[in-house]
């Protein structure tokens, strides 16, 4: 393996930290609702921060599968929406530090760029590593945010709920970090916010709320969450707004309300139903009609929202 350390630029001395939390938000191919992208961006907008460590991005993103945003005005290009993946050292509401890997998951060189971490995690004495996920799931959005949790040992997610029992998906660098760790026998989490499968091209903030209010349970860590929780008020009440118009938006959310209900009651042992009946509107279908109302709120030029 050529040398894990070629991968990033340290800023200055590594900092002394104690025995700091690792947090990984890296974006890549699922991350419905952007809950991951939100996590990040919020606890960088809202708590004390500075890098320590720049990852070569030229190195680890395959543009063309993820093509950057340029800005394009008139007669030049205005922006070049620069993609960075960096480690972060922050500090909690009480003061207590700790450390945020947010930026774009790596396309290549998965086993070196774990390497890397761990080699930075090493470093700076982490104590525990916690992995950020959101997927779609068949559930309603009137209903909690709900959270499957995974770690290299079972007392760190203990009251957690196993909502499956086995399956083969597509691997991503962040859960193979998680993996390693554990061959090591060290200590590693990962959360994955529950998104409601018809809003998952949108922005779903209540699902970000989720997975901080699950890191804070299992480290300790002191995190805001007003900001989260107000938007994901205002996105509740643009979709409950859609809603009441009735009509098949309106069936299969009541349907999925039953269905997840019906779980929760004990009633069903294999997991939320992942199809609708064959009378309501597919999830693509109903996604499509609500992601196209909240854009119009977006829009100045819109119809005005109640």
């Known amino acids: 393996m050529l040398d894990p350390s070629e991968l990033y630029q340290v800023n200055g ?18 991350d419905a609702g952007n809950a991951v992208r939100l996590a990040g961006e919020h606890l960088l907008t809202t708590l004390e921060h500075e890098v320590v460590a720049t990852f070569d991005i030229d190195l680890l993103l395959d543009y063309r599968s993820r093509r950057p945003v340029m800005r394009f005005v008139e007669d030049h290009w205005e922006h070049y929406d620069e993609p960075v993946l960096a480690l972060h ?15 774009p998951e790596p396309d290549l060189m998965w086993k070196r760029f774990s390497r890397a971490v761990r080699d930075l995690a ?5 104590r525990m590593s916690v992995g950020l996920n959101a997927i779609p799931m068949a559930v309603p959005h009137t209903r909690p945010a709900g959270v499957t949790a995974h770690a290299t040992r079972k007392e760190l997610i203990a009251g957690y709920e196993p909502w499956i029992r086995r399956v083969l998906v597509p691997g991503s660098a962040g859960h193979l970090i998680e993996y390693e760790m554990g061959r090591e026998g060290r200590d590693a989490l990962g959360f994955a916010a529950h998104v409601p499968h018809y809003l998952t091209q949108t ?11 699950s890191v804070s349970k299992a480290t300790g860590l002191l995190i805001p969450l007003d900001g989260l929780r107000s938007a994901a008020a205002v996105v509740r009440g643009e979709v409950d707004q859609e809603i009441a ?15 997840y209900d019906a779980y929760r009651r004990g009633k069903e042992l294999g997991g939320l139903p992942t199809l609708p009946p064959e009378n309501l509107p597919t999830a693509e279908e109903l996604g499509a009609e609500l992601e196209r109302f909240l854009a119009e709120q977006a829009e100045p030029d819109g119809p005005a929202s109640g």
């Open 13 to 30: 001395d590594l900092p002394d930290l104690g025995r700091p939390v690792l947090v990984e938000a890296m974006t890549g191919v699922v």
């Open 89 to 103: 050292a922050l500090r909690d509401g009480a003061g207590t530090p700790f450390l945020l890997l947010f930026g």
């Open 122 to 126: 090493r470093q700076l004495n982490v």
């Open 203 to 213: 922005d779903y903030p209540a699902a970000t709320a989720s997975l901080l209010t």
């Open 245 to 259: 118009k009735g009509g098949e938006a309106a069936a299969l959310v009541r349907a999925l309300e039953e269905q």
